[in-house]
């Protein structure tokens, strides 16, 4: 279980949940929904840099600790002398208090499961126009990632994008590369650079590309050899090292057994289990039916392979979650033998079990849980309020137009 406390940190003025393995938050523009989850996928990454280096000192990070949230995630000024984080996990805790960072590792951070964290920020769009971008940023890391999943789809396997008649592939390396968008229409054929392309195929192409990515193809042992970097396998041979340390290993022959244990300990924390993405905004730009396509999309990613991958999400958008809610509801049918086929031919096979999904409203720097405890799906007395307050407006002008018939 892991939860995060934020307080006075940019918008944010108190929030505190428990964290669950799909996390949406919706709400309006500057409300601290991507403060949350830009706090969520620091101290997630900060987990596995601690657990997967152990032999580095707590201080060093502790140290460096806001220095590298600010310059990473663009939160220059979100941090006072009132700003608070405690993140408790099963494997950690961090507490930021007073403009001072102390982590605290616990006896479970030796169980630990590398994961990779990838956070895909609202401007991602900006990863179409060039593949040099600069800083140590969100924006950079993505651009790094996304790289690194483009390079599967080239002409022999162009990936299908969503249900919008068309499929993406790369071509082109070192610098000179060019995005294709390919038309899968016979009557109208096209081949486009996607720079051309529209601002909703720019935005989600990116988001597509890399979760097929990180949840499929990034698993192949080939291909996590091939993206093994050299500091990587420095940090195995540190990890090796402090194990022998840790458990005071000295003949090898008398430590047969104890150095199988301490290797298969090393490889936890080399190679990746799962990965943990955070999505802004993924409706940019989206007509509704494909941001009902992409949410499918994404949670269909999420369950591949039993890997249990984890989401946290922002949205400005009733309509991912009217998304959600259908996909739960079919959680719960599927459950029913004589039902399934039919959730099937309604829904598809993809689906949401109901504890593993926590959504909020952020709103006025806090935070409300919108899931119905008796029905547990998204209220929909929530979905309703959305619905009434344009329903309102649109009544109270027709009612003046309807004045305005009369007078002529």
Request: charged residues 25%; aromatic residues 10%.
């Amino acid at each position: 279980m892991r939860s995060i406390e934020i307080r006075n940190i940019g918008p944010v003025i108190s929030v505190k949940i428990d964290l669950n393995r799909f996390n949406v938050f919706i709400g309006r523009q500057s409300s601290g929904k991507s403060t949350i989850a830009k706090m969520v996928s620091n101290c997630t990454w900060m987990e596995k840099e601690i657990a997967t280096h152990p032999f580095n000192p707590i201080r060093n990070y502790e140290s460096s600790y806001i220095e590298e949230l600010v310059g990473f995630h663009n939160m220059e000024g979100y941090i006072t002398k009132d700003s608070y984080l405690r993140y408790d996990s099963d494997y950690l805790t961090i507490v930021m208090e007073k403009q001072r960072c102390v982590i605290t590792k616990k006896a479970a951070m030796d169980d630990y499961k590398r994961k990779k964290v990838l956070y895909i920020p609202s401007e991602r769009n900006m990863v179409v126009y060039t593949d040099s971008i600069g800083g140590a940023n969100n924006l950079r890391s993505f651009a790094a990632d996304w790289q690194s999943a483009r390079d599967i789809f080239d002409e022999g396997n162009k990936q299908k994008i969503l249900d919008l008649g068309v499929r993406y592939y790369k071509t082109g390396e070192n610098g000179k590369t060019i995005n294709h968008v390919a038309s899968l229409s016979k009557e109208r054929p096209y081949d486009i650079n996607l720079k051309s392309g529209s601002s909703g195929l720019q935005s989600v192409i990116p988001i597509t590309t890399t979760i097929d990515f990180f949840t499929g193809h990034f698993y192949d042992p080939n291909i996590q050899d091939k993206l093994m970097k050299s500091n990587d396998m420095y940090d195995v041979r540190h990890l090796v090292e402090y194990f022998v340390k840790a458990r005071h290993i000295k003949n090898a022959e008398e430590g047969k057994e104890e150095i199988v244990r301490m290797m298969d300990d090393v490889m936890g924390l080399v190679n990746t289990v799962s990965t943990s993405f955070v999505i802004e905004e993924p409706e940019n730009n989206l007509f509704p039916a494909t941001q009902y396509s992409l949410v499918n999309f994404i949670v269909n990613c999420m369950n591949r392979n039993n890997r249990h991958h984890e989401a946290t999400i922002t949205t400005h958008s009733p309509y991912v979650l009217s998304t959600l809610n259908i996909l739960l509801l079919a959680g719960k049918l599927v459950k029913h033998e004589e039902f399934t086929p039919m959730v099937g031919k309604i829904a598809g096979e993809t689906f949401i079990d109901a504890s593993e999904l926590s959504v909020w409203n952020v709103s006025n720097g806090k935070v409300m849980p919108i899931m119905d405890k008796t029905t547990q799906m998204i209220s929909e007395n929530y979905l309703d309020t959305v619905s009434d307050v344009l329903a309102g407006k649109f009544n109270e002008l027709y009612k003046l137009y309807v004045k305005s018939l009369r007078k002529g």
